[in-house]
């Protein structure tokens, strides 16, 4: 267990350092020399020189990518070149909304995919195995936006639910409302995935010897399912379940977009569409920072899983 | 040829029989069916259609479908079906060049990971990271270092489908190495190289295309999720998920345009999906 995951952890810091070198790369397309920009239109020669070398933009790239790198370490991630906000306090204020969009879409979208696939999987080949199956298909090809926008209709022909924007913490009336919209659609990508791998995993185990026992003992179906055949079949579902974590945050990226939602996937395509390149990189590594993490700890929760995995040396 | 000589006519006769069998599902038949008429009516627009897709009209924009226009009329007043047939082509043409980009990467990582045991661990451990990576945060990494449009949309597209591509070539380049024939080059003292296009590739051609197929749906979603966003390529050209886009201002009263442009988009992921499943499926049998 501790070589898997320190093999592991390895992985994720080369990739880490991998996503950081593309960071750095985005700052390097910046159209305007910042020294200059920094010294300001009165700014000497000699001036933009000393600040240049006070930056390390005299210093190889590779040394630029060490400075670079102890900045992103103490939480420097530069200025945005729009309103001069600080890029680290920006995306720590739009990384609450987000976490909050990806939970609640999983908090009911992950049950529901769970129960429709262990539906199917208990009756394979009938009608409602055929209808989640469907589902899961049509799940998997619908784009994100056009769920987003067929909602945005409804709410506004209804009137039921704010359309746009972010009401407050989750736990006030307000903040509720308006998350309910954005994490149905966020939440619709990940049921057909979800059931799917349930139903496949079921499905194997449910025909297992130690299944077949404990029907003999005269174990209620409920008992059976969710007791007996799960236990083994959360394993599959559980690795599906890290895999979609990066489904999830694509599909945030595109229904913050849509709902005008304050988060860091509105941040990142806003930044990248008008070249704010500093809040971009800040957003697109803070993503790719999440969801390495992300993968960890699905890793670890394998561990704890599978004893198998959690003996093995 | 020299390995596959002797299996070759048997493998052509199965390979019709496995066809005829798929299209007798119906679902199948539909969606394949759908695929080729879109293809073709997006290739054959500007020969039928008497509407110019750039050509902008404000007098007549919005128009809600019927009448002159069988689909209405964009936000500036062009004919949203022509639009669509021209998006439509755009959109195909970089799901099509973005999925050659990651089936010639992944191929030759796979086939290089099996034939050089040593690459094995490093390239497949990278393709695992890359293989659960957001494809979106690829589209949004690579809008912001070369600049949102063509290219960076079609390596977008290419990194995304290349760990799926690169982990199905190398199981099947690997189980083609198991193969006696691969020895009998070697011992002829045949190079790496024709080793590896003339024995391995041409053996393992068969489930790459296979998972192409399948690729091909995501690639179509990504980019217009990507042309959604407006990180994808910028008006006037025509594309998808612009398309949708620009109707998006106008949803309250003039919902046809997102919604035309979105329903397209879906059955075309929809179907490619579908098809790739039952390749899937059929593959799984044949290939073991």
Sequence with gaps: MIGRLLHRLMTSFLVLVGVLWIGFMMLQVLPADPAAVIAGPTGTEAEIEAIRRHLGLDQPLAFQFWLYLQRVAVGDLGRSVINNASVAAELLRAAVPTLELMLA??????PSGLLLGAFAATRRGGLMDRAVMALSVAGVSVPVFWVGLLMIQFAAATRFFPIQ???????????????????????????????????????DTLSADYVRTARAKGASELRVVADHAMRTAWLPIVTLLG???????????????IFSWPGVGRLAVGAIVSSDYPLAQGAILFLATAFIVVNIVVDLLYGVLDPRVRRSA | MTGAAPTALPLRRARSRTLRRLLANPVVALAAGFLLLITLAAILVPLFSPFDPYETTLRLRLRPPGGDWLLGTDTQG????????????TTLLLGLSGVAVGAALGGSIGILAAFYRRLDGPLMRLID????????????????VLGPGLNSLILAIGLSVMPGIARIARGAAASVMAQEYMDGGRVIGLPDRILMTR??????AAPILVYVTLAFGDAVLLAASLGFLGLGLQPPTAELGSIAAEGRSFLFFAPHV???????????????NLLGDAFRDAADKRFG
């Design chain 1, 105 to 110: 879409s999983m908090a009911w979208a992950v």
């Design chain 1, 165 to 203: 924007g972010r009401g407050g913490p989750l736990w006030t009336a307000e903040g509720l409302s308006h998350i309910i919209l954005p994490a149905t659609a966020l939440g619709l990508i990940l049921i057909g995935p979800t059931a799917r791998m349930t139903r496949t995993a079921l499905a």
């Design chain 2, 258 to 272: 997102s919604t035309a442009a979105s329903a397209l988009i879906f059955c075309i992921v929809l179907s490619f």
């Design chain 1, 243 to 257: 895999l979609q974590v990066g489904t999830l945050m694509g599909g945030a990226v595109v229904t913050e977009t």
């Design chain 2, 199 to 204: 024995y391995l590739l041409a053996n393992c």
């Design chain 2, 78 to 89: 062009r004919d949203l079906l022509t639009r669509l047939l021209y998006g439509t082509r």
């Design chain 2, 129 to 144: 990271v890359f293989l659960s990576f957001p494809s979106i945060l690829f589209g949004l990494s690579l809008a912001a």
